[in-house]
């Protein structure tokens, strides 16, 4: 196990995509539960990048959704529609990872969807140089379905509990804490545990990130250089 700073994790990681030697765009999967702090160790992930003369692509898992209707049709609390009715990994594959892969023409689309309106995107297709970086942050991303299309695999994980209290405090504005508190024992924690048991995520990781106190993080194993691709 490994502990430091937070600056210190970021440099492992960017290090460790750096060790990448593919000919095609480097796909990194930023996988954990909700609420794990993801989306940030994502971001800040690809700004150091940026900053050390990559291109960078960020998207994330959730701008892939299926439609809300599809989304909860076993119910708004479901844990098993949450893993196996939220995603169109499909979707995800053949517009984004696919085209960045092995093979792949390097045109591509970094969203199908917006959950906000809850209708399709159809955002222009880009080309990405040879020697991007892909960033997805997102639940569920080492689950069989995509597991062979990452370069690096990095999970994050924190104490369930402290999910729960940091969902309380990030959605305060648009759901009363009992709604939140319900939604995450009763449907997203109960998903992960699933998704634990069907896919055991951090056996694949590379890097298993611990991030209850994010400001001086843990991990194990130290980042390496992954596997070729291809």
């Not at 085209?99 to 969807?113: E, I, K, M, N, S």
């Not at 222009?124 to 069989?144: E, K, Q, Y």
């Not at 924690?189 to 069907?198: E, G, K, M, S, T």
């Amino acid at each position: 196990m490994a502990e430091g700073t937070r600056a210190e994790l970021l440099g492992h990681l960017a290090d460790a995509v750096g060790a990448v030697t593919v000919a095609h765009p480097t796909r990194v999967a930023v996988d954990g539960p909700p609420a794990t702090g993801k989306t940030t160790l994502a971001d800040e992930l690809a700004a150091l990048l940026r900053a050390r003369g990559r291109t960078v692509i960020r998207a994330t898992v959730d701008d892939f959704l299926f439609p809300r209707a599809l989304r909860y049709r076993r119910g708004e609390y479901s844990a098993e529609g949450c893993y196996v009715d939220t995603h169109d990994h499909r979707s995800l594959r053949r517009v984004l990872l696919d085209p960045l892969g092995p093979g792949g023409d390097r045109r591509f689309q970094h969203a199908v969807y917006d959950h906000r309106t809850d209708t399709v995107l159809t955002p222009p297709v880009m080309t990405a140089p040879a020697d991007a970086v892909l960033i997805v942050d997102g639940v569920f991303l080492l689950r069989p379905e995509l597991i062979d299309r990452w370069e690096l695999r990095v999970f994050v994980s924190t104490a369930p509990d402290r999910t729960v209290g940091r969902a309380v405090v990030r959605e305060r504005h648009v759901s009363s804490r009992a709604d939140v508190e319900r939604r995450w024992r009763e449907r997203y924690l109960p998903a992960q545990r699933l998704y634990v048991a069907r896919a055991r995520p951090m056996e694949h990781a590379d890097v298993v990130v611990h991030n209850d106190d994010p400001g001086q993080p843990a991990w194990h194993p130290p980042p390496r250089a992954p596997r070729v691709a291809g």
